[in-house]
């Protein structure tokens, strides 16, 4: 079952513009991750946001969690034409679960 | 350290046939997950196996089995292969348990079922 779902679906912007894409889940966790996926190829992982940490940065990348309204947002700054792909926003749910993904962003970034 | 790896890259099979995929993941991680990506259903969780146990277990029929070896390498099986079967294999290795740490995923054996 899906537990993160990311919104827009899909995303076009132009070359140096941001980046912004949302997840929002349906129950505590223990921590957010967000990965990107080039077409058709494993996925790889971007970012870790524990449940009681607000914000994280990594170069261009920064994300936001608000626990009490169950949602994260992934934002990409200064983007490039190399950041098209899918991010996806996944969670584990607290206690011995699995991650479980959301069915991801399809973000275009046009030169 | 070598990345995940995942063997076949490509498989076609015909419908009622079997598959074995295999994942050998990256040096020192006992935890192995699967998952299956669809243009429907987007990643469904499989299973995820840490030292030779099976840990979790996804909602997919019994004919979708799967184990770990004690180094670590994991494989799964599908038995009596239907078209919707048709999907991109991932596995995913990690240090510990599956959700509490970041994944490292393989680039998946694409699976095609005539």
């Known amino acids: 079952s899906q537990q993160g779902e990311e919104d827009p679906q899909a995303l076009s912007i132009q070359e140096g513009e941001n980046a912004t894409m949302n997840c929002s889940y349906k129950t505590s966790i223990n921590n957010l991750q967000w990965y990107r996926q080039n077409s058709g190829r494993g996925l790889v992982h971007l970012i870790l946001?524990?449940?009681?940490?607000r914000e994280k940065h990594s170069g261009r990348l920064r994300v936001t969690l608000d626990t009490s309204k169950k949602s994260s947002s992934l934002l990409i700054t200064a983007s490039r034409a190399a950041d098209t792909a899918s991010y996806f926003c996944?969670?584990?749910?607290?206690?011995?679960?699995?991650?479980?993904f959301g069915k991801g962003t399809r973000l275009s970034v046009i030169a | 350290k070598a990345g995940v790896t995942q063997t076949p890259r490509y498989l076609i099979k015909t419908r009622g046939q079997q598959v074995t995929l295999s994942c050998s993941p990256i040096s020192g991680h006992r935890s192995v997950s699967w998952y299956q990506q669809t243009p429907g259903q987007g990643l469904q969780f499989l299973f995820e196996y840490f030292s030779e146990t099976q840990r979790n277990k996804g909602n997919f029929p019994g004919r979708f089995s799967g184990r770990q070896f004690s180094n670590s390498r994991s494989e799964m099986n599908v038995s009596t292969l239907e078209l919707g079967d048709s999907a991109l294999y991932l596995c995913?290795?990690?240090?510990?348990?599956?959700?509490?740490?970041?994944?490292?995923f393989g680039p998946g054996t694409r699976l095609t079922v005539l």
């Open positions: 995913a290795s990690s240090l510990d348990q599956g959700g509490y740490n970041e994944q490292f």
């Open positions: 996944a969670t584990d749910e607290r206690g011995n679960t699995p991650l479980v």
């Open positions: 946001i524990r449940s009681n940490e």
